[in-house]
């Protein structure tokens, strides 16, 4: 019972090509039925937008179209849980948002910290609430540079999440692959980091992907990665039970030794 099974797809996203961008995903996902898979942010648009019509145009409503039913069913049928990155209008408003769906229902989180031009074209979200429960256990999301932001993982880890998902697009070489680690042993969790590869590139300006895609263990191990180019789904069973024992040391407790009165937040 306590066997949880995780599984990331690490790909390249085609920029601005839904259709075919959704086709790939369920090529490389379709045969597979961990508990669990995790893809990157905004795997179904692209990431280097330059309007925010183009935005619009890629954008979805939960639980309205084709890229919900297509998830919805795929979960339903295979038994396992998703968390992927799109584009989300919501009241008005395009939020760059992740979409977790199991065979009992699903939510959605709004990316909380944008990174660099993501601002000119996205709404912040407002919550940290992204929580998702599979066979008693229980999964958070952050997307991509929320990894900077310590609070956010912390206060996940504080709601009781086993594991934070992270769907993500990174840029800086090594840093968040590096920041998750410590995310990891900090809060006595697994992160599972799905980056995307490739480059995309208008005009003179491009970004560079950086791939390595990974888990890491609450003893701040990887204990599965990717190379910066390789597009594939790769699956691996993770101890979520052990992130129950937030004990590093008999005598230090990563919760409970919290100085919370001599912090400044
Ligand atoms: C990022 O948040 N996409 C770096």
Not at 209 to 220: D, K, L, M, W
Request: glycine share 6%; proline share 5%; hydrophobic share 40%.
């Amino acid at each position: 019972m306590n066997k949880f099974y995780v599984g990331i797809l690490q790909f390249k996203p085609l920029l601005l090509k839904k259709e075919e961008n959704i086709e790939k995903i369920i090529s490389f996902i379709e045969g597979e039925s961990p508990d669990l898979i995790v893809m990157p942010e905004l795997a179904i648009s692209g990431y280097f937008f330059r309007t925010k019509k183009e935005v619009e145009r890629m954008s979805e409503r939960i639980p309205d179209g084709k890229f919900f039913n297509v998830f919805k069913e795929l979960s339903t049928r295979r038994k396992t849980a998703y968390v992927i990155g799109f584009p989300e209008k919501y009241r008005g408003n395009v939020y760059n948002s992740a979409l977790y769906i199991t065979p009992r229902g699903y939510g959605v989180y709004r990316k909380v910290h944008l990174f660099y031009e993501e601002k000119k074209f996205f709404k912040p979200g407002g919550s940290l609430n992204s929580i998702f429960r599979i066979k008693n256990f229980k999964i958070g999301v952050l997307i991509c540079f929320d990894w900077i932001f310590p609070e956010a993982s912390r206060t996940l880890a504080l709601k009781g999440v086993h594991a934070i998902a992270h769907p993500s697009n990174l840029v800086l070489p090594g840093l968040a692959q590096l920041g998750m680690r410590v995310r990891a042993i900090e809060n006595r969790i697994f992160t599972i980091t799905a980056n995307r590869v490739g480059i995309e590139k208008r005009g003179k300006k491009k970004y560079k992907f950086t791939g390595r895609s990974q888990i890491a263990s609450p003893a701040g191990e990887i204990i599965l990665s990717f190379d910066e180019n390789e597009e594939r789904l790769k699956i691996w069973e993770v101890d979520l039970k052990s992130t129950e024992d937030k004990f590093i040391t008999p005598l230090n407790h990563v919760f409970k030794d919290r100085r919370k009165k001599i912090y400044l937040v």
